[in-house]
């Protein structure tokens, strides 16, 4: 168990609609960071927070927002989705600001259907 | 560009036996991470490794980061139908905005 939840656990979604996936990060990590893993490839980083400030982006559309909360819980919100968004998102948490050479611990993922 | 690149894709080895997973990357490691991933779930932490020759083990795996070839091994030894799963490497490469970045996985079932 690595402390990190995500909800919901799957979704379904049609093209044109909007979603938010809610994580919940380890107590006292105070980074955040979110990837998409589509089927048969490694996750890709879309991005981080840091002490709920965006800390660095992958190369995703601006259409992919997020959020970091004080109480360690974040969203990651998706609008007019594609078919190409369907995949396993997954979050995970962190103690430090840098996150690559920090350990990150991931949390169970959301996986997103979308028609 | 795969800026990580796995082999193999993919695994199946008979239950006792030893294998090895590589990973190398094509750009500078600043860190190296390896994790487990069962299908359609989360990653589960392996190792992390930082400094060139640094050897690592938990039980029955151990890993090694290869500074100078910019490469890192992950071997399984005896290895057991639990081991079997998708093993992902992920490095800290500095590049861009990009935290970590990952292999596209390994994937290994292992036969009893």
């Known amino acids: 168990e690595t402390g990190v939840t995500q909800s919901p656990t799957h979704l379904i979604k049609t093209r044109g609609q909007q979603v938010t996936l809610r994580c919940s990060s380890q107590s006292g990590h105070n980074t955040v960071s979110w990837y998409q893993q589509a089927l048969g490839q490694g996750p890709q980083f879309i991005f981080q927070y840091y002490r709920e400030e965006e800390n660095g982006r992958g190369n995703f559309p601006p259409r992919f927002s997020g959020l970091q909360f004080p109480n360690y819980s974040s969203e990651l919100n998706v609008n007019a989705l594609e078919l190409d968004d369907s995949a396993l998102y997954l979050c995970a948490s962190s103690l430090g600001a840098l996150g690559g050479t920090d350990t990150q611990y991931f949390g169970p993922g959301t996986r997103l259907t979308v028609l | 560009s795969q800026e990580l690149e796995q082999s193999p894709q993919s695994l199946i080895v008979q239950e006792g036996k030893n294998l090895t997973i590589n990973c190398t990357s094509s750009?500078?490691?600043?860190?190296l991470y390896w994790y487990k991933q069962k299908y359609g779930e989360g990653l589960i932490f392996l190792m992390m490794?930082?400094?060139?020759?640094e050897e690592k083990s938990h039980e029955k795996i151990t890993a090694k980061l290869d500074e100078k070839k910019q490469q890192s091994s992950l071997h399984i030894t005896a290895s057991q139908p639990s081991h079997a799963g998708i093993y992902l490497c992920g490095a800290d490469v500095r590049s861009g905005s990009e935290k970590l970045v990952f292999g596209k996985g390994t994937k290994l079932t292992v036969n009893p």
């Open positions: 750009k500078t490691l600043y860190g």
């Open positions: 490794l930082q400094k060139g020759g």
